[in-house]
């Protein structure tokens, strides 16, 4: 069965500080894979995707992410983070399993606080 | 904004009752995801609807269930509630039926079973 594990829980960085939240997912066909963010009391904002070509993509607010597939892995960085950017992460994976559509399968989440 | 609204933002009810939440989607999407969000087993896929049509189903239980009416809007109806059905309920929009598709999220419902 496909699973997304986001390994960290809770992570504290300072203002001004570089990011990196990690994403690993298991998957049998081709995974669709995005980061979606959430502030208190909010919903899911999509930050950014990645379907195919290049591995490295870019999103809003300032956040990249690269696929690796080597690793399974799909982790998200931002090179200085802003208090804005405390929030919750998930990432999540989509599959074009030959069947239609599925929903998303979505990690647990990483809370992100940032200290001043 | 995404373009997704759901409604109502609250809803407080007692167990055993029935209730429904609203979603429409962004302009021009076919697709309606509905989703929960709970403490316990974080964000989980209930169902999807395309054009009308069911068509495909995650881990939702038998006393709930959805449609999607001929203007795209959907409604997600949860009976016999209990406790445990306590949770934000998030719709999502998409253009696609398959993948790969971008799901746009709503702000969510979040039903308090009292």
């Known amino acids: 069965a496909q699973s997304v594990t986001q390994p960290d829980i809770h992570i504290t960085v300072s203002e001004g500080a570089s990011l990196e939240l990690r994403c690993n997912y298991s998957y049998g066909a081709t995974p669709y894979l995005f980061w979606y963010v959430q502030s208190p009391g909010q919903g899911l904002q999509l930050l950014l995707k990645?379907?195919?070509?290049?591995?490295l993509v870019q999103g809003i607010k300032g956040f990249e992410a690269e696929f690796k597939r080597s690793q399974s892995s799909f982790n998200l960085r931002k090179p200085s983070v802003h208090w804005s950017d405390a929030a919750e992460y998930f990432c999540a994976v989509g599959e074009d399993s030959g069947g239609g559509a599925d929903g998303l399968t979505f990690g647990k989440g990483t809370h992100l606080i940032i200290q001043p | 904004d995404s373009g997704v609204t759901q409604t109502p933002k609250h809803l407080i009810t007692a167990t055993g009752q029935r209730v429904t939440l609203r979603c429409s989607p962004r302009?021009?999407?076919?697709?309606v995801y509905w989703y929960q969000q709970s403490l316990d087993q974080g964000l989980q896929f209930l169902i999807q609807?395309?054009?009308?049509?069911?068509?495909a189903k995650g881990n939702i239980l038998e006393r709930f269930s959805a449609q999607q009416f001929p203007d795209l809007h959907s409604e997600l109806n949860l009976s016999s509630l209990e406790l445990g059905d306590s949770a934000l309920y998030f719709c999502?929009?998409?253009?696609?039926?398959?993948?790969?598709?971008?799901?746009?999220f709503g702000p969510g419902t979040r039903l308090t079973v009292l």
């Open positions: 999502a929009s998409s253009v696609e039926q398959s993948p790969p598709d971008t799901q746009y």
């Open positions: 302009s021009g999407d076919l697709s």
């Open positions: 990645y379907f195919s070509g290049d591995t």
């Open positions: 609807y395309y054009n009308g049509e069911e068509r």
